[in-house]
């Protein structure tokens, strides 16, 4: 059975659910380009997303690229990849556009840029979870059915200010108030959660420094990590102090880049990919699981300082959704902003039990080869940290493991992953998990 | 730096530490609420906090935001005054390798930080060891 469905207001691309607007006659005369043919009711209920196509740029200083290149350049390789002859809306992951470059309204300057005239376009903002949020956006809009072919990017251009201007810009992802006031920075709040991690659980200094060194020879075979040097535990930890315990080696960097994914329905994902001879033989990714939470956005306000609750209830739902638990999954790209992040995340996803995420990398349990890989691509750490795009970054390494494409740092048998972007010191979080079809 | 304005509205805060306690579970919240998020209640007394307490983890700022590169390295501290209500802050006049988590301190009422020549110097609370 064939349901017609009429388009809303004036945009040719925006369509509506059939089960919320069957009473619409549709007899009413609207121009032809205004409608868009659903199949039949089992689509729409039982619709599944696919990752149809990915593209990035490589992290660093791009100097001669702007926030729009940047961006288009990303969406292009998407496009391309995917071989979508449309794109129905867009979603843009993006921290600090204001602060970094003095432009806003960035979703009409891409999608402008991007050829794509008059589709709706919306920025989403959650601070360093911009571009997850973005892509859970996106995923809803595809489940939805209000739209069939979705592209989903995230930029971020952090060096055309200077250090400080990119310090203060990611400091506003703090409590401006009541901690960035007083003078503390973002490696001195996740310093105080290392130190605090180190006392209770008696992680050590060369555990946090193991996650770095892993991190960088993933990084180092990946094509578009901005750092591509081995490092070793010794350099880390005798590596310019930033905030005590941290140190330089401990951070993500300061980036440019973009990244992008084509979202669509499974339907339409074997029709482009029969279609197209780079995907043909290659297993679709579909997104089973997503999940967004949120915790105090000051670190003293949490009862337990090591603990992040907000990581945690995201991967609950995701884990619910996908119907997996933490041994089901495969690989996963994690929040690594400092090396204490990636302990304490592992332990919020159910990777590590509580007070144990420093051995996982000292073990070399999530190292390629090791029992679950983490940070294939290097994660923040190696990759780099372009913020607003990071999230969508994580979903382009997932799917260049599920398809079986990642060169020398492929996951053997990778079926089931995990992405894991979070905000400010884990004020907001978003989890996903994609499974190959 | 936050703004003048913004400044101006928390001084009850930061100068005077008041916080807010929920009129129905007792929870105390620094600064002070309109929503109680363990009971959804929406009316709190105000309170003054104690200026007292101890140390539940702390860092040392050698990379400082420009306001604050005249004063690094630093120590920052999250100072638990009462069971479950902390604030962070500096922690100062003190030897920056004797901080230990558990330590005592007082908050004391100290300059946090001045905008330029001819902007806001901010005032709040630092804590010094005991
Ligand atoms: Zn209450």
Known sequence: MDYWIVGLLMDSHLTINPFIHQSIHPSIHYPKQMMLNFKTTEDTVNREVVILGVGMTRGGEHWGKSLRQLFVEAALAAIDDAGVDRIGSMYIGCMSSGLFNGQEHIASLMADYLG?????????????????????????????????????????????????????????????????????????????????????????????????????????????????????????????????PLNILDCSPITDGASAVILCSREIAKKFANGN???????????????????????????????????????????????????????????????????????????????????????????LGGRMPVNTSGGLKAKGHPVGATGVAQAVEIVHQLRGEAGDRQVKNARVGLTQNMGGTGGSCVVHIMEAL | MITPAEYVREIPAHHRLEAGRCKKCRKIYYPARQVCP??????????????????????????????????????????????????????VDCDLDKIEIGMPVSLEFRKIQEDGEKGVLAYGVKAVPR
């Open chain 1, 116 to 244: 794509q005239k008059h589709v709706p376009a919306t920025r989403v903002e959650s601070a360093c979870a911009s571009g997850g949020a973005a892509l859970r956006m996106g995923f809803m809009e595809v489940l939805s059915g209000l739209n069939e072919v979705v592209l989903v990017g995230g930029v971020e251009k952090m060096t055309d200010v200077s250090t400080d201007g990119a310090t203060y810009a990611l400091s506003t992802a703090a409590d401006q108030t009541y901690e960035s006031f007083y003078g503390v920075t973002f490696p001195g709040l996740y310093a105080m959660i290392a130190r605090a991690h180190m006392h209770r659980y008696g992680t050590t200094r060369k555990q946090l420094a193991e996650v770095a060194v892993k991190n960088h020879l993933h990084g180092s075979m990946n094509p578009f990590a901005q750092y591509r040097q081995k490092i070793t535990v010794d350099e880390v930890i005798h590596s310019t102090a930033v905030a005590d």
């Open chain 1, 277 to 367: 001879p780079s995907l043909r033989e290659k297993p679709l990714v579909k997104i089973t699981g997503s999940g967004q939470a949120t915790d105090t956005i000051a670190l003293h306000s949490r009862q337990d300082i090591t603990e992040l609750r907000a990581v945690a209830e995201a991967a609950q739902q995701a884990y619910k959704m996908a119907g997996k638990k933490p041994g089901d999954i495969h690989l996963a790209e994690v929040h690594d902003c400092f090396t204490i992040a990636e302990i304490c995340v592992l332990e919020a996803l159910g990777v590590a039990e509580k007070g144990q995420g420093g051995k996982a990398a000292e073990s070399g349990y999530t190292a």
């Open chain 2, 38 to 91: 363990e009971c959804q209640a929406r009316e709190f007394e105000p309170l003054s906090l104690p200026r007292e307490g101890k140390i539940v983890t702390f860092t040392v700022i050698r990379v400082a935001p420009s306001q604050f590169s005249d004063q690094a390295p630093y120590a920052m501290g999250i100072v638990e005054v009462q069971p479950g209500v902390r604030l962070l802050t500096q922690v």
